[in-house]
């Protein structure tokens, strides 16, 4: 999850393609320009595993 976040921060479309497991990921992978991405917060951790959330902002005005 970390590494994809990091492909959505910067861009990388190809990198979220290969790491992404094709049954769960769209298609085509778009990255959206008007999205800002403010961090990654860790909900939980128990036995290995994380909950992760990512947090955005968005420039573009809903009318």
Not at 28 to 53: E, K, N
Request: hydrophobic residues 30%; charged residues 30%; positive net charge.
């Amino acid at each position: 999850m970390r590494s994809r976040y990091t492909a959505f921060v910067l861009g990388d479309a190809d990198h979220l393609e290969r790491t992404w497991h094709p049954r769960t990921r769209p298609e085509r992978v778009q990255i959206d320009p008007g999205l800002t991405w403010t961090g990654l917060q860790i909900d939980r951790s128990t036995g290995g595993a994380a909950g992760r959330r990512p947090a955005r902002s968005s420039s573009a005005r809903r009318g």
